[in-house]
């Protein structure tokens, strides 16, 4: 078995070897592929297919943002209903809080020293906080950052938000993009399988909502990333099957940038004490196979993303040869997984991204929101 572009890759899985000429010949995976390659333990097959994928649209390259997360709640009123989440809590738990705007403003302060291009914000279902206080909290921070992209809300947000002003959701999303919002974030996506829904989050945004709301946002011109949540009680099938409804909204509107697989954390929530599984992240076989089995899958698709804050800076180096483009960004303070048990920190410098993808033998690329180069390094 070889990396090199042209040497022919030999599985140590006969039941990979198919799929191995399907990749060579450029074709299309389907669901009984995915399946087998979440199945096999020939890890370095699945890598080193998703490395020449990876390498035939991305050549050396590996991308990051200097990216700034703020959470303006975290009251959320799904928080009995998503029991894989530590993060959202009812206004009155110990923790609960929530912005004021000239506090989002605040945070969002240390922008200009550290140099951010992209605000990524997201947080909790808040009863209260109604669709102006986030239309003035974007156009408010397009006055002070005009030159920052903002990624803002999921569609479990904006549906949110549209039942609770009596709008649909194409009209919250008009709202959005005439308050300066660039693009959504892909959260909120979970695993699109209505019997893992029911076991992790019943009542929460159904597959199909998830799906019509990022058309709808791809439809105004406003791409977005999409996610799978892995690692909790879902099948191989029901993970291979939520990446193909991604890549068939992919084959109809071309409007997402990025997949990224999201590694479930099971500390502190209803879900890891019912599985026996506080203190047992996933594991660094299953984060790689992940990142690896979504670049093979999703042909349609420019870029990989792996979550550092989810699979450590470590294993997120070393999916720079499973097919992974995309290293997230700075971050600067992460709240969601760390209150799910994440140890890692809550934000990465942004010389030590240029190290990390130096170290693996690739070309860092600072990148914008939409992949367009801004700083290249050799
Ligand atoms: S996953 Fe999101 S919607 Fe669900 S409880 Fe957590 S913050 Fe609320």
Redesign the pocket.
């Known amino acids: 078995m070889a990396m090199d572009q042209g040497v022919r890759i030999r599985p140590r899985d006969p039941a990979l070897v198919p799929i191995v000429e399907k990749v060579e010949a450029g074709e299309r995976l389907s669901l009984g592929d995915g399946v087998a390659l979440f199945r096999t333990r020939d890890l370095l097959t699945v890598g080193a297919l998703a490395d020449r994928v990876n390498r035939r649209k991305n050549g050396d390259r590996v991308f990051f943002v200097a990216n700034q997360h703020l959470n303006p709640t975290?009251v959320?009123?799904?928080?009995k209903?998503?029991v894989?989440?530590s993060?959202?809590v009812s206004p009155t738990a110990p923790g609960a809080y929530t912005m004021s705007l000239d506090e989002a403003f605040a945070e969002a302060e240390e922008a200009r020293e550290i140099g951010t291009r992209e605000f990524h914000i997201v947080?909790?279902?808040h009863q209260k906080l109604r669709l102006q206080y986030y239309l003035d909290l974007f156009r408010g921070l397009k006055e002070r950052h005009p030159t920052v992209h903002i990624k803002a809300l999921?569609a479990?947000?904006i549906a949110h938000l549209a039942r609770i002003e009596g709008m649909t959701t194409l009209q919250v999303l008009q709202e959005m993009k005439q308050a300066g919002v660039d693009s959504l974030p892909g959260?909120?996506a979970e695993v699109f399988g209505p019997a893992v829904r029911r076991e992790i989050?019943e009542k929460?945004l159904a597959a199909e909502e998830w799906l019509r709301i990022h058309r709808e946002a791809h439809c105004l011109g406003i791409p977005s990333n999409c996610t799978l949540l892995y690692g909790h009680v879902e099948t191989y099938e029901d993970r291979v099957e939520h990446i193909l409804r991604l890549r068939e909204l992919q084959d109809e509107t071309g409007g997402f940038l990025t997949y990224i697989p999201l590694a479930y954390h099971p500390d502190h929530n209803e879900l890891g004490r019912r599985l026996g599984r506080e203190g047992t992240a996933t594991t660094g076989f299953d984060d790689l196979k992940n990142l690896g089995v979504g670049r093979l899958l999703l042909d349609n698709f420019g870029h990989i993303k792996t979550h550092w804050i989810m699979v450590t800076p470590k294993i997120s180096q070393v999916s720079l040869h499973f097919g992974v483009d995309d290293v997230e960004g700075t971050v600067v303070l992460e709240k969601?997984t760390h209150a799910a048990g994440a140890r890692t920190p809550v934000g990465l410098p942004y010389d030590e991204m240029v190290r990390l993808i130096r170290e693996a033998g690739k070309r860092p690329v600072e990148r914008d929101a939409l992949y367009r180069p801004m700083r290249e390094f050799d």
């Open positions: 975290n959320c009123v799904l928080n209903v998503c894989f989440c993060y959202g947080g909790g279902l999921t479990v947000e959260g909120g989050a929460k969601i």
